[in-house]
Nanobody, 129 residues
């Protein structure tokens, strides 16, 4: 059964760092673009970063450019999000998602030029002093 499992969330002080992991099982993640989204309390879900399946091209939201880095380890079937210089406004539930290779679905979110429609359960990041 195909699954995405996020991990690595937690509570940190402003300026701290966290590294999120998105581990895939039941399919080969290398064949898909992968994105990280986040949803803060009371706000809509927003795209944070994505990485292409082919040449590893990356896209970042303006709010995280220069602080977050997305990467993938195909041998481990895992995508990472290194988050540095965290700010209170980064507090959110973070979700990874893979590119949809089929028709648009109710779960689709279009971001970075891709349709992402298969989601993990999320991991919570809290940035507070």
């Amino acid at each position: 059964q195909a699954r995405l499992v996020e991990s690595g969330g937690g509570s940190v002080q402003p300026g701290g760092s966290l590294k999120l992991s998105c581990a895939a099982s039941g399919f080969i993640m290398e064949y898909y673009a992968v994105a990280w989204f986040r949803q803060a309390p009371g706000k809509e879900r927003e795209g944070v970063s994505c990485i292409s399946r082919s040449d590893g091209t990356t896209v970042y939201a303006d709010s995280v450019k220069g602080r977050f880095t997305i990467s993938r380890d195909n041998a481990k079937n895992t995508v990472y999000l290194q988050m540095n210089d965290l700010k209170p406004e980064d507090t959110a539930d973070y979700f990874c998602a893979i590119e949809n290779h089929g028709p648009p679905s109710p779960q689709s979110s279009i971001w970075g030029g891709f349709d992402f429609a298969f989601w993990g359960q999320g991991t919570r990041v809290t940035v507070s002093s």
